[in-house]
T-cell receptor, first 116, second 111 residues
Framework: GAVVSQHPSRVICKSGTSVKIECRSLDFQATTMFWYRQFPKKSLMLMAT?????????EQGVEKDKFLINHASLTLSTLTVTSAHPEDSSFYIC????????????FGPGTRLTVT | LAKTTQPISMDSYEGQEVNITCSHNNIATNDYITWYQQFPSQGPRFIIQGYKTKVTNEVASLFIPADRKSSTLSLPRVSLSDTAVYYCLVGASGGSYIPTFGRGTSLIVHP
């Protein structure tokens, strides 16, 4: 099956700093990737749709200047949490369909962000 | 966007068959039904997808009645390792699909 990786798997940063999370499709090309955040014992909340070669589409309530998304190639999307604060601590997950337009998603293993 | 409704939690015992039902009353003609499994601190894993009738793979079966307003994920002979949250999503293929998760069903398998 299609494989999606994320890096790092966990990161701890100080309040006010920025953190970059990478999402890679290892054995397929992804024109679209999705970014989610998940709080403990809660469901996945979609943050944005990452589009290769164009601007990301953010969900309502998600600050685009705080959560910068770049999809510069067909296998890599990055999420940068800028000026992180403790309330940004969460589990961040990306996904991509194995082929453009298909509904099933393949997910990365997630990145645990802790802001101190 | 078709909304889905699932039981919040279910309990079972090792070796039993577990059936998790998802309601999607306003499913559209072109929508597919997809189920995912998620363990704590991991990304979800694709389990199975179907459009109508029955689909079976090495992990599970998916039963979809003729009206497609609900679907049932069937896990045969569960083990402790099947303890996880299961999500049902509905949507159509094509460029505009946005995968949106509901609350999911927390399945606990007891010894």
């Amino acid at each position: 099956g299609a494989v999606v990786s994320q890096h790092p798997s966990r990161v701890i940063c100080k309040s006010g700093t920025s953190v970059k999370i990478e999402c890679r499709s290892l054995d397929f090309q992804a024109t679209t990737m999705f970014w989610y955040r998940q709080f403990p014992k809660k469901s996945l909340m979609l943050m944005a749709t990452s589009n290769e070669g164009s601007k990301a589409t953010y969900e309502q309530g998600v600050e685009k200047d705080k959560f910068l998304i770049n999809h510069a190639s067909l296998t890599l999307s990055t999420l940068t949490v800028t000026s992180a604060h403790p309330e940004d601590s969460s589990f961040y997950i990306c996904s991509a369909p194995p082929e453009s337009g298909r509904t099933e998603q393949y997910f990365g293993p997630g990145t645990r962000l802790t802001v101190t | 966007l078709a909304k889905t409704t699932q039981p919040i939690s279910m309990d079972s015992y090792e070796g039993q068959e577990v059936n998790i039902t998802c309601s999607h009353n306003n499913i559209a003609t072109n929508d597919y039904i997809t189920w995912y499994q998620q363990f704590p601190s991991q990304g979800p894993r694709f389990i199975i997808q179907g459009y109508k009738t029955k689909v079976t793979n090495e992990v599970a079966s998916l039963f979809i009645p003729a009206d497609r307003k609900s679907s049932t994920l069937s896990l045969p002979r569960v083990s402790l390792s099947d303890t996880a949250v299961y999500y049902c999503l509905v949507g159509a293929s094509g460029g505009s699909y946005i995968p949106t998760f509901g609350r999911g069903t927390s399945l606990i398998v007891h010894p």
